[in-house]
């Protein structure tokens, strides 16, 4: 309420042309907001198409040069589809899909051979110790399983959160990337996974079933741009969730912020981040098989900051921009955006930092978790805390919007169990 | 271009509405002094004092490790629990700092952390990993109540686990650090509430001027409104879905906060009493300002009393009823009643008061 004074005194200045110019339509930032979301699955697309390519070309010839350029192209494939989480809360239709794509963290026995120290056993999941990959035959919850034919259909279908445990992932990147990688047996120390490219060489063949896990690795991958495919599409021009995003001015605003706030706070703060750090557990991190997670945690944060700004680098270098929420909510409270814009970038530069210990200084995020690394710690804490207070700056753009609780309390990721503290 | 003229009418709006709508800054502060005295720092001094006698008896114990030790410690185990339930609903000021809250209980523990740290800790029998200083800093997952459950009451565990007077084992060790850590903890976010140069009340009490964690004073009854909503939603989806599950054939007791010590139920009603508190201390002098809000504050009142009553009726213990058909229409039903009083608390309460619900820690995967 005491936001009302300086409230007044931007619109008595709203008669001059610079400030009428500035201000947007409701319209005019979701059209925008639609375009963007639109580029950034397209990209997503565009690269998941290329580690498509990468995994041909693996699988035709398994060699280490191969396998190498195949984690190069999913890494690169990750860099623009984490751009897009900020559309996944608040816009229902991405929120029930991206379980296909990103469902963490997994159970990877469910997938193929895992190292005694996974354990053979858990109360929690039957199928810990599945392995597709070695068993034609399954039982999924007293059902028989034929996965004699490894299919996009049957992985989607059949094994995909198997008897209702999320942890059994058997679709997107992360079940790709554990097959490019294999477990990271190194704990808190140096090293990612490092499956040999002969696990998917059918006449030198190492690790068992060779021909099985090609044709995992195949099938994950075309399920992967099928599905990037389709949420693509929902995006254009008369897509389903461009639509429902323009159908109503007030609920789209506040999916935009809902989407940055609730990606901000429980997800990767929470979920993703500070657990990890307060179990020094380096199963807890998020890509941690190939140890791309401050990549993954980086352009996360990157990706709210396109949505609140109206600006995308797509990744064939051109710029997007136009009309945004950043103009909203600087036309109703030019101070509360300005601090928003500024914690945006502080988180930026937090996860910056992560970027530069594992690109320029060897340390990888897993080996930041470490109980005996305090530094380490502290420097994710910091980025925790970094999108902690970006959150309190998007509640305040929210009361600057007058969006208040609508669709807070109505966002279906808040209805959902299992959230950790 | 034209502005949208819904934008830039409504602030205006928003003004014109004031007189009618608003609650003045010093309504916001009382509500929020109010709940700081009257609320949560008698329940950080429960929390301390509760704890403090904790760490006396795992001392005791391990002194003299004795059945008569033992049963003091476990009695004592509930009653600090009870303290710990009764404000674990909060969630922003010093029992965030430094992960306490966290550390004073890691639940739920999806990933079975809990087992898994503890086994390694008492399997390495490391006595240093018992120095405060490397204990605080390990994994949150051994070092709370949910930690000393495991380790007083798991089953088959006697006072001859605990070693003897000349040599107390190394689980004995163990336990009294998880009690010192907790008596240290809780005196702490007791002391920094009320003590200390910058003592948390008077953030609170500054908010109405503004400073570096609330614009102003509606910011801080926000949090505490945004608090109890949030605690409302963990009752649902965490304390009673996760052991629900589909049916009662799929059932999972175990995944019950409390199902070593019997007390799921009993942690569920303190939640809801200390919420009723919340809401009696801070919230209905709010809306009693407004008589066209009475309609509002009754239905909330109702819907607390019906939640009471509903958990009254389940049969305990939590783990087992939701498996019985007939025990698990209780439990469903006492969901069902929780869910409405949380719908009321986040849908309805934030625009008779005109505040925002904020964001809620609980959202993500």
């Known amino acids: 309420m005491n936001r009302a004074l300086p409230l007044l005194a931007a619109l008595s200045l709203a008669p001059t042309a610079a400030t009428a110019e500035a201000t947007p339509t409701a319209q005019a930032v979701l059209s925008h907001y639609a375009d963007v979301a639109q580029a950034s699955y397209e990209d997503a697309l565009i690269s998941a198409r290329q580690l498509q390519q990468a995994v041909d070309q693996l699988l035709a010839e398994p060699t280490e040069p191969r396998l190498q350029a195949a984690r190069a192209a999913w890494k690169a494939a990750r860099a623009p589809y984490q751009q897009t989480e900020a559309y996944r809360f608040g816009n229902t239709i991405v929120d029930e899909w991206e379980g296909k794509v990103n469902a963490w963290p997994l159970d990877e026995g469910l997938i193929d051979y895992v190292a005694p120290a996974y354990g053979s056993e858990s109360d929690e999941n039957p199928l810990y110790t599945a392995n597709i990959i070695a068993n034609p035959q399954l039982s999924v919850a007293g059902r028989a399983i034929d996965a004699t034919t490894i299919t996009p259909q049957l992985l989607a279908e059949s094994l995909h959160e198997a008897d209702g445990v999320e942890s059994n992932v058997a679709t997107g990147y992360h079940a790709i990337e554990f097959l490019l990688w294999g477990q990271d047996r190194n704990g808190t120390g140096p090293g990612a996974g490092d499956r040999p490219a002969s696990d998917f060489d059918t006449s030198h063949c190492t690790g068992g079933n060779c021909d099985r896990r090609a044709a995992y690795l195949k099938a994950a991958t075309a399920l992967l741009v099928e599905d990037l495919n389709w949420m693509s599409a929902q995006w254009g021009s008369d897509g389903a969730a461009r639509k429902a995003v323009l159908a109503e001015p007030k609920q789209g605003l506040s999916a935009i912020l809902t989407g940055m706030g609730s990606l901000s706070y429980g997800e990767l703060a929470g979920e993703r981040m500070k657990l990890g750090v307060m179990l020094h557990d380096p199963e807890e991190e998020h890509d941690c098989f190939s140890d791309n997670t401050h990549h993954s945690h980086f352009y996360d944060a990157l990706g709210i900051r396109n949505v609140y700004t109206g600006r995308y680098t797509r990744i064939d270098g051109r710029q997007l921009s136009g009309p945004s929420v950043a103009d909203l909510v600087a036309a109703r409270a030019p101070e509360t955006d300005q601090e928003l814009r500024a914690k945006l970038d502080a988180t930026l530069a937090k996860m910056q930092v992560l970027v530069d210990s594992a690109e320029q200084q060897g340390v990888a995020y897993d080996q930041l978790l470490a109980a005996d690394n305090p530094t380490g710690n502290a420097k994710v804490m910091a980025a925790v805390e970094a999108l902690v207070n970006q959150t309190r700056s998007i509640e305040r753009a929210v009361a600057a919007l007058e969006l208040d609780a609508l669709t807070i309390e109505g966002s279906d990721s808040l209805d959902a169990p299992e959230k950790v503290q | ?365």
């Not at chain 2, 003590?195 to 509606?218: C, K, L, M, T, W």
Request: glycine fraction near 4%; proline fraction near 6%; charged fraction near 20%.
């Open chain 2, 1 to 365: 271009m034209t502005p949208h003229p819904q934008l830039l009418l409504g602030p205006l709006l928003a003004l014109l509405a004031i007189p009618t709508l608003a609650i003045s800054a010093d309504r916001w502060s009382s509500a929020n002094l109010a709940i700081v005295d009257h609320h949560v720092l008698p329940r950080y001094a429960q929390l301390a004092s509760t704890t403090a006698t904790l760490a006396e008896r795992a001392q005791a114990l391990c002194t003299t490790p004795a059945a008569a030790q033992l049963e003091a410690l476990r009695s004592q185990f509930h009653t600090a629990m009870d303290a710990w339930q009764g404000i674990s609903h909060l969630r922003f000021g010093p029992v965030t700092l430094f992960m306490r809250n966290y550390r004073f209980q890691l639940w739920p523990d999806k990933r079975n952390s809990g087992e898994r740290h503890l086994n390694e800790l008492l399997t390495a029998a490391d006595p240093q990993a018992l120095v405060p200083d490397t204990f605080h800093n390990g994994s949150v997952a051994v070092q709370g109540f949910g930690a000393l459950e495991r380790l007083l009451f798991e089953e088959g565990v006697d006072a001859a686990d605990f070693g003897s007077a000349a040599a107390p084992s190394y689980r004995c060790q163990v336990t009294l650090a998880v009690a010192d850590n907790l008596a240290q903890m809780a005196h702490e976010v007791d002391n920094e509430w009320r003590a200390g140069e910058h003592p948390y009340r008077q953030v609170i009490a500054s908010s109405a001027d503004g400073n570096d964690q609330f614009y102003g004073s509606e910011e801080a009854t926000a949090r505490f409104l945004n608090n109890l909503h949030t605690q409302l939603q963990v009752i649902v989806d965490q304390k009673l879905e996760l052991p629900l599950d589909e049916s009662a054939a799929k059932a999972r007791g175990r995944r019950a906060e409390s199902w070593r010590t019997h007390r799921s139920l009993r942690n569920v009603a303190l939640d809801l009493a200390a919420l009723e508190e919340l809401y009696r201390v801070g919230v209905v002098p709010l809306l009693q300002e407004n008589p066209a809000q009475q309609a509002l504050a009754q239905r909330i009142n109702t819907a607390f009393a019906t939640t009471r009553a509903s958990a009254e009726a389940v049969p305990q213990p939590l783990a087992t009823a939701v498996s019985d058909p007939t025990a698990r229409r209780a439990v469903e039903q006492l969901k069902n009643a929780t869910a409405e009083l949380k719908r009321l608390v986040g849908s309805e309460l934030p625009p008779a008061l005109g505040l925002p619900l904020g964001f809620n820690s609980l959202d993500g995967d």
